[in-house]
Each structure stands twice: as structure tokens, then as C-alpha cells.
């Protein structure tokens, strides 16, 4: 069965803090997501990539950078993290034209 | 360009009764079509979806169908449960797009007893 694997479901951060998120999948699929969740804002797309060390901005990158170094893993870095920053973060992946598969999320407090 | 646009919650149904969820969408070119569902403190999972026009997604008793001549792509169930409570996602994604998704708002939809 897929299997999309988000590193922490839970994280608190402080203000200024470089911050990662971590996202493993194990279908092998070429392109993976990173998504913010907001009350009332639904998913927003923070970047995609379509294969190893490719990246594109998706509708919201400022403040947020990727790494793709390996097929299956996709990080999500807060440079310097900050309050506004505070949100659900979903991660995704999928091979076309398939649905996207996504983790559980990982809820990021930065205080 | 494309976009997905459903219908404001939160909706608040008793149980047994029937739902209907609205998903309008625009698209440049021919959209494979998707409802997903979110649980409380869960990510996103698939529920149905149709990649061409008069399809009929159907899952767990949800049904959609595309529909090309209104652009839409409406989430019904007859009799509704209250392990159906969650919060309920429209998105459509096109050939080029990179496999990009794009999403409704969603609908958060609670079932009482």
C-alpha cells in the first residue's frame, strides 16, 4: 500500500529557529508536494517538485526552501522561522496521472 | 487557468439524510477529477474520482459524476453517518500541470445522531 511518511506530527519552534520538515515516500513517484492548511484558506501549494534536485514554487514559497537530494525524501526548510509560519503542513506525492497520495501532516507551532 | 471552487460549510446534516457537497471547476485543457476527505488530525485520503466526462466516482457510498457541460463534479450520499464528519475536498489536475493538484476550500461537514 503507499505509504507517505511525514518525520513529526507534532512540533513547536521558536521565532528566528531554521526548521525542517521531512517527507519520505516508498511508491517511488517522481513528483511530491509541500502544502500548508489553514482554517478557511484550504491547501495552499508552498512548492513541488518534479524529480530529484528539482524544485518549483508552488502559489506561497517566501519564507520556505526544498531539498530533493534523493527520489523518495522532500524537505520542507523554514529559513528563520516565524509566527505567520504557524500552521498544518501536508506533504504529498504522485505519479501521473494517479492521485495524489499524502501524510498525515505534521502541526508546526512557532512561538 | 485552473481552479475549483465548492461549496462554504460548515454543513450540518442528522443522520440517514441525504448530502450533496457542490464542486464547480475551471481548466485549461481535460481534468482528471478528485474528491478527498479529511478526518480530524489526519491528512488528506482519496474518496472517489472520474478522469472523463459522464463518469461516475463512487466510494463507501459517496457517488460523483463528471459532468463536462456544467463543469462539475457534485459529491452525493443517500444516508449519511456520523463516522462521516470530516471535512471534504474537491481538486482536479490536468496533463502538463506536473501532476499539480488544485484544490477546493473544502467543506467541513458534521453528522449528528
Known amino acids: 500500500d503507499v505509504k507517505v511518511t511525514q518525520s513529526s506530527r507534532y512540533l513547536v519552534k521558536r521565532t528566528g529557529e531554521k526548521v525542517f520538515l521531512e517527507c519520505v515516500q516508498d511508491?517511488?513517484?517522481?513528483?511530491m508536494f509541500w502544502y500548508r492548511q489553514d482554517p478557511g484558506l484550504g491547501l495552499r501549494l508552498i512548492y513541488f517538485s518534479y524529480d530529484v534536485k528539482m524544485k518549483e514554487k508552488g502559489d506561497i514559497p517566501e519564507g520556505y526552501s526544498v531539498s530533493r537530494e534523493k527520489k523518495e525524501r522532500f524537505s520542507l526548510i523554514l529559513e528563520s522561522a516565524s509566527t505567520n509560519q504557524t500552521s498544518m503542513y501536508l506533504c504529498?506525492?504522485?505519479?501521473?496521472?494517479?492521485?495524489?497520495?499524502f501524510g498525515d501532516g505534521t502541526r508546526l507551532s512557532i512561538l | 487557468g485552473n481552479s475549483v471552487t465548492q461549496m462554504e460549510g460548515p454543513v450540518t446534516l442528522s443522520e440517514e439524510a441525504f448530502l450533496t457537497i457542490n464542486c464547480t471547476y475551471t481548466a485549461t485543457g481535460y481534468p482528471s477529477l478528485f474528491w478527498y476527505v479529511q478526518y480530524p488530525g489526519e491528512g488528506l485520503q482519496l474518496l472517489l474520482k472520474a478522469t472523463k466526462a459522464d463518469d461516475k466516482g463512487s466510494n463507501k457510498g459517496f457517488e460523483a459524476t463528471y459532468r463536462k457541460e456544467t463543469t462539475s463534479f457534485h459529491l452525493e450520499k443517500g444516508s449519511v453517518q456520523v463516522s462521516d464528519s470530516a471535512v471534504y475536498f474537491c481538486?482536479?489536475?490536468?496533463?502538463?500541470?506536473?501532476?499539480?493538484?488544485?484544490f477546493g476550500t473544502g467543506t467541513s461537514l458534521t453528522v449528528i445522531p
Open positions: 511508491m517511488d513517484h517522481e513528483n
Open positions: 504529498a506525492s504522485s505519479l501521473y496521472p494517479q492521485p495524489q497520495h
Open positions: 481538486a482536479l489536475t490536468t496533463r502538463g500541470t506536473g501532476n499539480q493538484f488544485y
